[in-house]
């Protein structure tokens, strides 16, 4: 709950450090259904504003795969790729990768970020490979009355192998294993743009007190649907109201949209947006 550095001396050199684990169970409509999700990260300060991470996430198991302990220590050993056409024995579906990001004082209250990460979406030698990237930056600074203010701008890629080799269009986030692909309930879990984009966003955020506004704009090739922009005021005393406004364009057309939240706090309940997946069901009048 603390990032400390070692008191091992071996160790200690990597500097203030923090982990995370977790497991849960994935739910969608097509492919094997309980798909078991494990995940787990782990970041160094080894210089200070500089922080290196390291994640690697596993979709595992499902209904009608084999489960055992065996499999998932296979899983988890990295050994998941089988060369033969039958990949029933294959433990599972595997995404792993590097970022780092640095930190820099520029004068006065003024702050520089610079940030990147590859992710791998195959494996070679028990190292990620075929990467999915982005890359950006970040500058905040504390305005005169107290605004806080950070302008930010980031380029992705998630066209596996696109960067540092061949491209391989029709691989990131998916698995012959898995045919709903690296998504909950058809939401993306990675990128929210999804698959095989180049995207270019750049924004700027104002906060002061429990005020804050963002507005934020994307420009990219081989894109999805997503969001445009949003702008949002909160509360810190358990009331919440939020504005969103977007617009995205494509080969398909236009699609802009506005929408209000409000979250009021009624012990357990809450009003919360409705996600774009249930909206579309409701339009097309399946629920």
Known sequence: TSAQPFAWRGLSWLGPWRTDAFAGRLSNDVGPGGVKLLGWRLEVEPLRGLVLGGSRIIQWGGDGRTQTPGSLLRAIAGFDNFDSPDRSAEPG????????????????????????????????????????????????????????????????????????????????????????????????????????????????ALQHGPLRAIAMGHRGTEGRRGIGGELRVASDRGLALGLAASEWRDALGRDRSLQLRVEIPLNDLRCVPVTPAARSAWRAGSS
């Open 93 to 204: 579906n595997q995404l792993a990768g590097f970022d780092a990001r640095w930190t820099l004082p520029w004068g006065g209250p003024m702050r520089i970020s610079l940030h990147g990460q590859a992710i791998g979406e195959d494996e070679a030698g028990h190292l990620p490979s075929v990467y999915l990237v982005s890359g950006g930056g970040e500058l905040s600074t504390v305005l005169a009355g107290g605004p806080a203010l950070r302008v930010f701008g980031e380029l992705a890629d998630t066209m596996a192998g696109r960067a540092f080799s061949t491209a391989k269009p029709g691989v990131a986030y998916r698995h012959p294993l898995y045919p709903a692909g690296y998504v909950q309930r058809n939401q993306p879990l990675a990128h929210p743009a999804g698959a095989d984009v180049r995207l270019v966003s750049a924004g700027l």
